[in-house]
């Protein structure tokens, strides 16, 4: 099991795999030993206006992950962090609201890599997830991931179901919040939506596979695993059918292109 937690209680959880969490970033190095960041996964940053010099000097190499809450008025702070991939890989966590489209497209063009954090998008959005999706499929400057259409490009060119949840990090078999509070839950939306503690855990994973009448029959199913179903069952998933839709037909164009590539080259060797 991952942990995320506050780095207030790093040592409530010695031993476990953790991600920790901060919203001033000299919290890290206040509240982790050396040995400590051995067993961190990543450093999640949960404010992007605060000074980030100590990272500069403290914690190499250890992946930071900065989480925008409005992407909108804060995209510009990321010129200013962009100096942080000197010493740590970098991702920024985005959340589909509005202007967030702008905000991953600065993001790529920094060379952060980029998720885009759950939910359900609403259908305003979809001029907004359109130009994301046509920035990381044909983008050539675009050198790092763009999250969940990384993941989900490589399922579907590789033929194998893939794990929405897992990849989004709210998968109940693997991962846990924990409040500020100690409280556990699956993930931050969760928390927030009040589904806190092991009963409310499981009352959500057994309930979840009757959220809505569409999936079953849906095409995706083996990769979405109705994570669009929550918190409100009757969202239609139209608009992330649709970027699926575009992944699996850009995978079908990459193996086409792959076929062809490797007859040219034995052309050549004969």
Known sequence: MRYNIPASRVRAFHG??????????SDFPRHLSETDTERI???????LSGDTSCLASWG???PLDLVMSNPEKEFPLLYRLSGLLNKHPVRVS??????FSKAITLAASLNFAVKITGGQPAAALSGEMTETLELYLHQPTVSQPIECFHSLLLAFVHEKPASLPTIQEEDPRYF???????????????AAQGVIGETAISSFI???P?????????EFLPHCQRYFK??????????????????KNAAEELKKDSVASLGRAGEDKT
Do not use: M
């Open 16 to 25: 476990e795999d953790i991600v920790v969490r901060a919203h001033d970033p």
């Open 41 to 47: 996964r990543y450093l999640q940053l949960l404010s």
């Open 60 to 62: 190499e190499k250890i």
């Open 94 to 99: 985005v959340p589909p609201v509005s202007g």
């Open 176 to 190: 846990r919040y924990i409040t500020d509070r100690g409280e556990e839950a699956i993930s931050e939306r969760f």
């Open 206 to 208: 057994r309930e979840l």
């Open 210 to 218: 009757e959220a809505s009448g569409e999936c079953p029959d849906c």
């Open 230 to 247: 929550w918190p409100e069952r009757n969202y239609s998933c139209e608009l992330v059918k649709r970027v699926f839709r575009t992944l």
